[in-house]
Every structure is written in structure tokens, then in C-alpha cells.
């Protein structure tokens, strides 16, 4: 066979290529039972966690953001961290109400598109591919072109475990080059069951628009309340740790910091004992001009240490100044210090009661993090709920640092790294992302008449145990993978064109077989190769 020139593949084709290749995996993933599911999500995890630190070092390395071992700390808890929380939960098995007289069985949403971010690149993958298997779906890894390559290996890693446990080849699979055309091309695909879209606005607006059902979360602006009654020493360390945690890249750090004036000054000399800096006028305004030079944020800034930040702005801090404070006057949008810094740096303001203070963080939230989440500082229920009233956040973290508490990490809400924002904050999803919103329910319901019986289902499943290999993806002729046909092959599917047109009087034209030859070897060339 004359070699053919090379042609580039299409986004729409590589697309196509990975999610019929996921939709078969699905397909085979959604016969499996909770025993095979539980046993194959156990191998990716502790293969995620055996590796979390050669991932958190990674992608550092890559992306230039974030602190090591903190996001050893995230890639563990979205590993076997997730089996620990999820334990004897099942999305497998039918549930049988028999009260009700319903029986539930569950349905996988299919083909899982994963857009991760930069800012927490491993974490978000290790988290939405755990969570993808746990309840039997295929996922496409989408990553930030900045963590391409920490996040293609690690996607890499989970889908040989998850294979070599029994899974279907191609149940995880990840873009090793993102760009746009082919994210696009993704998303828009109607193989695509549902997109989970972790990123900027642009990006979830985007996963929206697609067609295609999406999950998508609002970015973040916490302000976080220390009222009169709080411990001002518990209430710095939190803050003052939880601002520097993986120097503040989680969307749940805290951005403005609403402290009332009787605590105050013991509050800032508490934060500067724990590592904090706090500004004059002078040096907050040379942070100012140094971090929103245009009126944005300079991204630049993104998951770099406070002493960088300070040195770049000109102003001279300790070497080992965890966090930036800088006050502000009035929580207004022309103020850059009230919006998301993704960064050290901490806005503060002074107010003279908690209902101002409670004011001030509804000012706050609606100039950016509409639906995300806020933390206070208290010892009083009446304020601390009062304060979840009024705020338009759906998770609020009491004494402790929100970088960890909304994200579930500290506290006992669900931990992920996707963060939902509900309809306040135009996200589908009001919770923090888990594996229940990846799986449907179809429910046999019998007659509510008590004289219709509903017979016994317990211990009935669809879905025996796998126990034999899986076969392998059957790769089409228009796969790059797929072996260039023989010779003989070819001509084994000419004599079968020539037998289906034998009755026009054709199939036995020498010429004709020819060119029929002819045509299929040059088509499926560029099948290959293109």
C-alpha cells in the first residue's frame, strides 16, 4: 500500500474518537455489580494516594501555584480520603422501599466530561474520576492547558488500576493536548452525558451553552465575620493558616475579612503573632496598584507566597509572613481589595457592630461569590444564624478556616473540589459536588391499593459479578491505533463488495474490482492517518 500524507485530526474527530471509545466503556462499566465497582475504586485510590505527593510536586513544578505539601494534603483526601467518607455507600445495587412499595434501580449518567482547573489540578482529577467509577461511569479528563501534563500522567495512572482491577478499557481517559476547538468539540458532542465544569466563568458559562447537561460552580469571594464574642487567638491562627493553605488557590480561602472594632486590635496583634503582615494606607495602596494595575487582577499572583508578593509590590515584610492584610475603608466594587485574589492577600475591615458586619458581607457577595460560601467567627448561635440568613452563600464554616471547612476537609461537610453555588449563584448544582449527582434513579413503582402485593425483591440484582476479563475496546479502522489492513483483508472486503453487486452484472469485471481496490485502500489510508 502507497503511503499517504499525513493528515491532522480534527477536534471534532479526536473528540469523536474518545467518547464513542468512553460510551462503549459505559456501556459495559453499567452491567457491573457493587462488589466489582467497590473493588476497582479501591485500586484507583490507593494507587491515587501512593502518589500523591509525586502529583503535588508535579504540579507545583507545572503550574508555578500552590504549596506542596498542601496539596499532598488535597490529593489524599480526594483518594482513599473519598472511600473513608463514602464507605457503605452504594450506587449499585436496587433500593427496595418496601412501604412504599418502590423499587429504585440506579442508572449511571454514562460519559462523565471532566474540566479541571489549574489552581487545584490532581486534586480535581483523582476527585471527579473517583467519584465518576463509584457510581459506573466513563470520564474524559478535560485539563487546564497550564497542569496538561501532571494531570494527562495522573489520569493515565487511574485508568491503568482501574483496568487492571477489571475495569473496561477506556473508562478513564484524558486529553493530553487541550485546546479550545477540541474542549468545544467535547462538550458539544451528544455522547457527552454530562459535563462537570471546574474553572473560570468563561469556562462554566461555556459547559452551559454546550447542549449537553452540565454541572458548573460560581467562583468564590468569602468574607468571613469575627464578631465581639469570638476567641480573637483560635480566630487569627484559623484565619492566618487557612488564608496561607496551598497559598490560597481553593476557591473557598477567604477573601475580606469583617472584624468588629471592639476585637479588633486584638485580633491584628494575634494575626501578626501567627505570621501575618498587616498594612499601612501606604504599602495596602502599592499592593493595590501592583495587584489590580488595570483594574484586574494580576494574575501573576495566582498561588505565590505572600513574601513574593510583597517584594514585587515594593514593600518589605519578614521573610516568613504567611498572609498580607491590608485594610480598607468601604466594601464597595471600585474597591479591587473586596473582590477574589486567589492569592495570600487578605482585605479587612473594621465595622462597629455584627449587624454591619453582616451588611458588609452582603456587600461583598454581591460584587463576586454569589451562592458560594462565607465563615464567622462566634461564640453566639444568634448571630452565626442570623448571619447564614442574610448572606446569599450556601455553606457557611463556624471557627474554622473555610479554605477546609467548605471544601469538607475540616469539617463534616462533603469533601470535593467542586463546589456548588445553586441558583443564587446560577449553578445547577446547590451542594458540594458527590457521587449521588452522578447517577439517576429509575423507580418501579406498584399500585398504592393495599390489596396489590408488591413481591419480594431483596437481594435481586440485574448485575452479576465480573469475573472474566473484559474485552478490549474493538478499535475502528479510523482509530490511530488501529493496525494498517492487510493486503489480504483488503481484498477480502473488495470480494465482498464485488458479491454484493454480482447481480448488476458488475462483480466479476476485473477492471471494476480494480478500482473498487483501488477506492477502499486509499479511503481507509486516510481513515488512519487523518
Excluded at 475504586?41 to 505539601?69: L, M, P, Q, S
Excluded at 487569627?236 to 473557598?252: G, H, I
Amino acid at each position: 500500500m502507497a503511503d499517504q500524507p499525513n493528515r491532522p485530526v480534527t477536534a471534532p474527530a479526536q473528540a469523536g474518537h474518545m467518547l464513542e471509545r468512553a460510551r462503549w466503556a459505559a456501556r459495559a462499566f453499567a452491567s457491573y455489580s457493587q462488589s466489582d465497582v467497590e473493588r476497582i475504586v479501591r485500586a484507583v485510590a490507593d494507587v491515587a494516594h501512593a502518589h500523591a505527593e509525586k502529583y503535588a510536586e508535579w504540579a507545583v513544578r507545572e503550574t508555578g501555584f500552590g504549596v506542596v505539601e498542601h496539596k499532598v494534603r488535597k490529593n489524599q483526601a480526594c483518594s482513599r480520603g473519598l472511600l473513608d467518607t463514602y464507605a457503605g455507600q452504594d450506587f449499585v445495587t436496587p433500593r427496595v422501599r418496601i412501604d412504599d412499595k418502590i423499587v429504585e434501580v440506579p442508572r449511571p449518567a454514562g460519559v462523565v466530561l471532566a474540566l479541571t482547573p489549574s489552581t487545584n489540578p490532581v486534586a480535581t482529577v483523582f476527585f471527579k474520576v473517583i467519584l465518576s467509577l463509584m457510581t459506573r461511569n466513563a470520564v474524559v479528563v478535560s485539563p487546564h492547558p497550564m497542569a496538561k501534563e501532571c494531570c494527562h500522567d495522573a489520569a493515565r495512572l487511574l485508568a491503568a488500576a482501574a483496568v487492571e482491577a477489571g475495569a473496561p478499557d477506556g473508562i478513564v481517559q484524558c486529553v493530553a493536548e487541550p485546546t479550545i476547538p477540541l474542549v468545544e468539540a467535547l462538550m458539544g458532542d451528544a455522547r457527552t452525558n454530562v459535563i462537570l465544569a471546574t474553572g473560570g466563568t468563561g469556562v462554566v458559562r461555556s459547559a452551559y451553552s454546550s447542549g449537553n447537561p452540565a454541572i458548573g460552580v460560581g467562583p468564590g469571594n468569602v468574607p468571613v465575620l469575627v464578631d465581639a464574642t469570638a476567641d480573637p487567638r483560635a480566630a487569627a491562627q484559623r484565619l492566618v493558616e487557612s488564608k496561607a493553605f496551598d497559598n490560597s488557590v481553593l476557591c473557598t480561602n477567604e477573601s475580606v475579612l469583617i472584624v468588629e472594632d471592639s476585637i479588633a486590635d486584638r485580633l491584628v496583634r494575634e494575626m501578626e503573632r501567627a505570621g501575618a503582615a498587616v498594612l499601612s494606607a501606604d504599602d495596602a495602596q502599592r499592593l493595590r496598584d501592583f495587584m489590580f494595575p488595570i483594574g484586574r487582577l494580576n494574575v501573576d499572583v495566582v498561588g505565590k507566597d505572600a513574601s513574593w508578593i510583597a517584594q514585587q509590590a515594593g514593600i518589605r515584610v519578614g521573610p516568613r509572613t504567611k498572609v498580607l492584610v491590608a485594610p480598607f475603608a468601604t466594601a464597595v466594587p471600585e474597591e479591587p481589595l473586596t473582590h477574589e485574589k486567589l492569592s495570600p492577600v487578605l482585605g479587612m475591615i473594621r465595622v462597629p457592630d455584627a449587624a454591619t458586619g453582616i451588611a458588609t458581607a452582603r456587600a461583598v457577595v454581591r460584587i463576586a461569590g454569589a451562592g458560594h460560601s462565607a465563615a464567622i467567627h462566634s461564640a453566639d448561635p444568634a448571630t452565626v444564624l442570623r448571619y447564614a440568613a442574610e448572606v446569599p452563600v450556601l455553606r457557611v464554616s463556624v471557627n474554622v478556616g473555610n479554605s477546609t471547612g467548605s471544601s469538607g476537609l475540616d469539617t463534616h461537610l462533603a469533601p470535593t473540589m467542586t463546589i456548588g453555588t445553586g441558583f443564587v449563584g446560577r449553578s445547577a448544582l446547590g451542594e458540594n459536588l458527590q457521587p449521588k449527582h452522578l447517577v439517576n434513579w429509575t423507580r418501579i413503582a406498584y399500585s398504592s391499593d393495599p390489596a396489590e402485593a408488591m413481591p419480594a425483591y431483596a437481594g435481586l440484582s440485574p448485575w452479576p459479578e465480573h469475573r472474566a476479563p473484559v474485552p478490549a475496546y474493538p478499535l475502528a479502522s479510523n482509530d490511530d491505533r488501529a493496525p494498517v489492513p492487510a493486503p489480504a483483508r483488503v481484498d477480502a472486503l473488495v470480494d465482498r463488495i464485488g458479491a454484493r453487486a454480482n447481480g448488476a452484472g458488475a462483480g466479476d469485471d476485473a477492471a471494476f474490482r480494480e478500482q473498487i481496490r483501488r477506492l477502499v485502500v486509499e479511503e481507509l489510508s486516510h481513515l488512519i492517518k487523518g
